[in-house]
């Protein structure tokens, strides 16, 4: 205790050369704060009750958080296994598969929407098949799970395979010398000790999922109740209601930011 | 515990920003203004046009006669949504004139004193039109097929204009006997999606995910792989354009020359190759 705060006080008087650093910090905070700061005091007018109750709010908020845990359930009980069997490849052939994998995360959500819609669209590449078997995906409620599904669930996939790829090696060994086959390795050693990775993707995930916007408006459209998620509300408000939208926007970074918070205690705890 | 110390450094930080907030700080201007780089001789006069995205096609035509015809100027255009153009123009955006969609854009610029009262000049009028995809799955072929229950339909939003107007088309079609008084809800219930723009409308039945879509005539033009369907004119709207010089325009006479041009029968003549109806 005492030696640190020795250590504090000498980097106190070398404050000045800290400027060098605490400037294009305030820079790049200010730029971070301010914008939420301006809608925050935006949107506290007296209205704001009234806007966050409005059906349209309430609508978007329910198919936000809907969608949006469907999609993490699916992330999680698809992703595991994939990012399990990542985690034991040898690295050589893993390169594009991981490549492959991180590609919607660096997309444009307009390129993965389009891409889509080529793709499980009516005429798209499997457009017909899915006609026959009486499944229509574009403009349904499952047409925005699917689409974020395509854009958040590599987040899930990332987390989980760094974090299996965590766990030690000798309890392995370990493990297998004591007679664990493959799924009492996988239950009972590999999810256990990825635990807090797992969850840390999850809830990634889903911020990402509340999020997504540009896949969703071209894959699933915006018609209230069915496919109209909070960012497209949002986004609608800005012409008709921007009190919807201010306060939908606020909803919407409150949730993210404890979230967040969350899963940057657990990503702390992790390793 | 040093990172207290940015704290009081935010905060005036803060305080000094909250200074300079403009009136309109709800609507951010979107970064595609034109460049004020120009590789034109010094003496040769730039002409900066901020125009309705629907008029791309048309004024970029426009734009190459008039350069043509007047050498020594350079016209440049900004195509956006007239809601944006509105924003950027009240955001200070350098521009010489300004050409919108919709009525309600022009009046707030007016008001705001960025465009004289007397200024706005009727440009033009767009109409509306059902597209179907080529392949037309759900065969549509009239106006009363749309409240065919099962059809896939994508409007505008109606926060949009265009969407407005589709859904005006639709109420006065179900005030026609030859219509029927449920139409407007019948087709309505038809519609899987509001769209935010009207070139989503288009890019929807273009790539056959919709079975019918209702845009301005000029989008079909511009989008010719699809089948239209004309809207009867008792039925249909006439959504009126404006034009008018920017107040601040450091180049009024040649704003001037340029509306003059647009409202010539050579500048109407093309507005209407384009899919518009000319006004004079």
């Known amino acids: ?271 | 515990m040093k990172w207290f110390l940015i704290f009081p450094l935010l905060i005036v930080l803060l305080i000094g920003c909250s200074k300079v907030a403009t009136p309109s700080a709800g609507l951010e201007p979107s970064p595609n203004l034109p460049t004020r780089l120009s590789i034109s001789t010094p003496q040769a006069q730039t002409l900066t046009v901020f125009a309705a995205a629907s008029l791309t096609e048309a004024f970029g035509e426009i734009g190459t006669i008039f350069q043509d015809a007047n050498p020594t100027i350079e016209a440049r255009f900004n195509f956006a949504g007239s809601q944006t153009l509105q924003a950027q123009i009240e955001s200070g955006a350098p521009t010489d004139l300004f050409a919108s969609a919709n009525k309600a854009n022009m009046d707030a610029l007016v008001i705001a004193g960025f465009v004289d009262g007397e200024a706005p000049r009727l440009l033009l009028t767009n109409s509306l039109i059902v597209v179907v995809p080529l392949s037309n799955p759900a065969q549509v072929d009239s106006i009363q097929d749309l409240a065919h229950p099962g059809l896939k339909m994508v409007l505008a939003d109606e926060t949009v204009p265009a969407g407005r107007y589709a859904r005006q088309v639709l109420d006065k079609a179900s005030r026609d006997p030859a219509y029927g008084r449920d139409f407007a809800s019948m087709a309505l219930d038809n519609v899987v999606s509001n769209e935010t723009d009207i070139k989503q409308v288009v890019s929807k039945v273009q790539l056959g995910e919709a079975d019918a879509g209702i845009v301005y005539i000029s989008d079909s033009i511009a989008a010719p792989d699809l089948k239209t369907i004309p809207i009867p004119q008792d039925i249909n709207v006439s959504a009126p354009y404006f034009i008018a010089p920017v107040i601040d325009s450091t180049n009024l006479d040649l704003a001037n020359k340029f509306i003059d041009y647009v409202l010539s029968a050579d500048g109407q003549a093309i507005l209407q190759k384009w899919g518009f109806s000319p006004v004079r």
Do not use: C
């Open chain 1, 1 to 271: 205790m005492k030696s640190s705060k020795v250590i504090n006080v000498k980097r106190f008087l070398d404050f000045e050369s800290l400027w060098i650093f605490i400037l294009p910090s305030l820079v790049l905070l200010g730029l971070f704060v301010l914008p939420l700061i301006a809608l925050i005091l935006r949107s506290a007018n007296p209205h704001a009750v009234e806007d966050a109750f409005s059906e349209q709010a309430l609508q978007a908020l329910t198919l936000s958080l809907v969608t949006s845990l469907i999609t993490v359930v699916i992330a999680a009980a698809f992703g595991t296994p994939l990012a399990y069997i990542l985690s034991r490849l040898k690295s050589t052939h893993k390169t594009w598969l991981e490549a492959l994998l991180d590609l919607p995360i660096v997309l444009p959500p307009s390129v993965a929407g389009l891409a889509l819609l080529l793709a499980f669209g009516r005429n798209g590449l499997l457009g017909s098949q899915l006609e026959l078997a009486g499944i229509h995906l574009p403009f349904t409620s499952a047409a925005v799970i699917v689409a974020q599904t395509f854009v958040a669930a590599p987040l899930f996939v990332r987390s989980a395979r760094v974090g299996f790829s965590h766990v030690d090696r000798e309890v392995v060994e370990a493990a297998r010398v004591e007679g664990a086959n493959q799924w009492q390795l996988f239950t009972e050693i590999m999810v256990p000790l990825a635990g807090r990775a797992l969850a840390s993707g999850a809830m990634i995930t889903w911020m990402r999922a509340l999020g997504e916007f540009g896949a969703t408006i071209l894959f699933a459209g915006n018609l209230q109740g069915v496919t109209q998620t909070m960012p497209m509300a949002i986004y609608l408000g800005f012409e008709s209601n921007l009190g919807v939208a201010m306060v939908l926007s606020v909803m919407l970074i409150i949730i993210s930011i404890l979230v967040l918070a969350a899963t940057k205690r657990l990503e702390n705890h992790t390793y």
